[in-house]
């Protein structure tokens, strides 16, 4: 079954780092990404990255956040660093293959404490 398996995330105080990974399963990926979403609030962008490596990054997270992929792997990887409060949400991957078809994980919090 085509799928994306997520792993990382937890708890950390402010200041501090976690990271993300994003493994796709079934499928060859040709964007890959993470979107986050509070309570309350929209689901965004956090960044994404093509098979390419063309990268792109939501202006809240730019210099803090880097995206990364290892194609071999067919997995993406997230490493947060300096972590806000605000950083706070669930993290959600994405993926499109080559038909444009999309995949969602099913979600890792992440929680930045002050």
């Known amino acids: 079954q085509a799928q994306v398996v997520e792993s990382g995330g937890g708890s950390v105080q402010a200041g501090g780092s976690l990271g993300l990974s994003c493994a796709a399963h079934?499928?060859?990926?040709?964007?890959m990404g993470w979107y986050r979403q509070a309570p309350g609030r929209q689901r965004d962008l956090v960044a994404l990255i093509t098979t390419g490596g063309t990268t792109e990054y939501a202006l809240s997270v730019k210099d803090r956040f880097t995206i990364s992929r290892d194609n071999a792997k067919n997995t993406v990887y997230l490493q947060m660093n300096s972590l806000k409060p605000e950083d706070t949400a669930v993290y959600f991957c994405?993926?499109?293959?080559?038909?444009?078809?999309?995949?969602w994980g099913q979600g890792t919090q992440v929680t930045v404490s002050s």
């Open positions: 994405h993926a499109k293959d080559r038909y444009g078809t999309d995949f």
């Open positions: 079934g499928f060859t990926f040709t964007i």
